[in-house]
C-alpha cells in the first residue's frame, strides 16, 4: 500500500512515524527548507512547540506553542547571541513533544561541539517525545560518530501532479488563458527538477498575456542542473536529421525516444573508459566508491543505457548530443571528474547530489548514454548496467 503513494505522501507519512515512534534525531535532506519547516508544522499539529535556530536570528519561535518555549528557554538572553552548540544544549528545556529545527545543519555538525551536542539529545529527546530536526541540503552525508543515531530522510522535489498544481495556481492568479493540454504538459516537463518556490518564481516571470515563455522555463531548469558539480547541460541544436549515416544506431534510439517508457531526460558520459579509469586499483578508494554508487543508482532505478564504441571521429558523441534535441529532452553532461574532491567523502556527497538532480529532472526516467574508444578497460559489472546494448562506430 505505501509503495503506490506519492512520493511525498510517503514522506509526510514517514515523518509522522518517526514522531510516533518517538525518534529524536532526524536529519531532512531539502531543496526547500522554508517548505520542509511548513510540512514538520502540519505533520507536528498546533498542540506541540516548534522552535527554530538558524545562525542569523538564533532560536526563534515557528508556531505560538513554540514562542512560550523560547521564553522558558531563553529568559533575558538575546535570542541572536545563541549559537549552534548553545542551541543544542538549550533545547534540553523544551517541553514534551517539541520539535527544535535546525537550520542548514551540514555546516556546523563537523564541529566536534556540535556533533556531541547533537548526540547527547539522542536519549534525553526519546523520553518524552521531542524531535531535533536538523534540515541539510540534498546529498549531505552526515560525520562518521551521527550515522548510527540519526534518521535521514529525503524530501522528495515537486511531482507532475504538484507541478500542474502550481502551474494551475499561478495562472489563475495572474489572470492569463489557461494553456492547453499539450502546452501544460510541456510547461511541466520544464519544470521538473525545481522545487516548490523557484517553479513558481519563473512561472511568474515567464507568463504574460501572450502565453508563457518555455525558454525561459528551460534556462531555469538549465541553471538548476548546473548548480551541480559535474553536471551540465548541452545546448547545441543537431539532431539525427543533421548526422549523415549512422542509421542503425539512429534507427534504434528513435525507437526507445518514442516508446511506451520514453526518457525525459539523456544522461551523457563522454569517454567513459577514462572516467571510471582505476576503479579497484586507486589506493584511495575514491574511484572504486564512485563506481559503486553510479552502478547500484542505476540498478535501483532500472536506468537503461547503451554504450556507443569506435574510433575518434566517428560521430559517437554527436549521435549521444543529437538524442536529447531529436526527443526535445535535456541532455545532461555527466562529468565524473569535475565532481572529485580533495576532501574525504566530498566526492561522493557531489556524485549523489548530481543523481538527485539526474532523478528529479527526468523524473525517474533516464537514457544513459556513454561513449568510449576502447572497452576493454570497463569493469563488466559496468558494462551490464547499460542493458541496451554496445554499438560500433567504424
Do not use: H, Y
Not at 244 to 250: H, L
Request: aromatic share 6%; hydrophobic share 45%.
Amino acid at each position: 500500500m505505501s509503495s503506490m503513494l506519492r512520493p511525498m505522501e510517503q514522506f509526510v507519512r514517514t515523518l509522522l512515524a518517526a514522531r510516533r515512534v518517538s525518534t529524536p534525531l532526524v536529519a531532512i535532506r531539502t531543496a526547500d527548507p522554508a517548505l520542509t519547516v511548513a510540512r514538520i508544522e502540519e505533520a507536528v499539529g498546533r498542540d506541540a512547540a516548534i522552535v527554530q535556530w538558524d545562525i542569523v536570528r538564533g532560536l526563534v519561535r515557528v508556531n505560538d506553542a513554540g514562542a512560550k518555549e523560547i521564553g522558558k528557554v531563553l529568559g533575558e538572553r538575546d535570542s541572536a547571541s545563541v549559537g549552534p552548540a548553545d542551541a543544542l544544549v538549550a533545547a534540553c528545556q523544551l517541553g514534551e513533544d517539541a520539535v527544535l529545527v535546525f537550520a542548514n545543519a551540514q555546516r556546523f555538525w563537523n564541529d566536534p561541539q556540535v556533533a556531541q551536542a547533537i548526540w547527547n539529545l539522542r536519549d534525553v529527546f526519546k523520553a518524552n517525545g521531542r524531535t531535533l530536526a536538523l534540515l541539510t541540503t540534498p546529498g549531505a552525508v552526515l560525520p562518521d560518530e551521527l550515522t548510527q543515531d540519526v534518521l535521514v530522510l529525503d524530501e522528495p522535489l515537486p511531482a507532475v501532479e504538484d507541478l500542474t498544481r502550481i502551474l494551475e495556481e499561478t495562472i489563475a492568479a495572474a489572470e492569463v488563458p489557461e494553456l492547453e493540454s499539450d502546452a501544460s504538459g510541456k510547461a511541466v516537463d520544464a519544470l521538473l527538477g525545481l522545487a516548490a518556490f523557484p517553479a513558481e518564481q519563473v512561472l511568474a516571470m515567464s507568463l504574460s498575456k501572450k502565453g508563457l515563455d518555455l525558454e525561459q522555463l528551460w534556462e531555469r531548469k538549465r541553471q538548476v542542473i548546473e548548480q551541480a558539480p559535474g553536471l551540465s547541460v548541452w545546448r547545441g541544436g543537431e539532431s539525427f536529421d543533421d548526422i549523415g549515416g549512422c542509421s542503425n544506431i539512429k534507427r534504434f534510439l528513435m525507437a526507445v525516444i518514442e516508446g511506451e517508457e520514453a526518457p525525459r531526460g539523456i544522461v551523457f558520459l563522454d569517454e567513459i573508459e577514462k572516467a571510471f579509469a582505476g576503479t579497484g586499483t586507486d589506493l584511495s578508494g575514491v574511484k572504486t566508491e564512485l563506481t559503486g554508487t553510479v552502478l547500484a543508482w542505476m540498478q535501483d532505478r532500472n536506468a537503461d543505457g547503451c554504450i556507443l564504441i569506435g574510433p575518434p571521429g566517428a560521430a559517437k558523441s554527436l549521435v549521444a548530443k543529437a538524442t536529447g534535441n531529436t526527443a526535445r529532452i535535456p541532455t545532461i553532461a555527466f562529468d565524473l571528474g569535475a565532481m572529485q574532491n580533495a576532501l574525504v567523502g566530498a566526492s561522493g556527497e557531489r556524485l549523489r547530489a548530481a543523481l538527485k538532480v539526474v532523478d528529479a529532472v527526468t523524473n525517474g526516467r533516464s537514457l544513459w548514454i556513454a561513449t568510449c574508444n576502447s572497452i576493454g578497460t570497463l569493469p563488466p559489472e559496468l558494462r551490464r548496467r547499460f542493458t541496451l546494448g554496445t554499438f560500433f562506430f567504424d
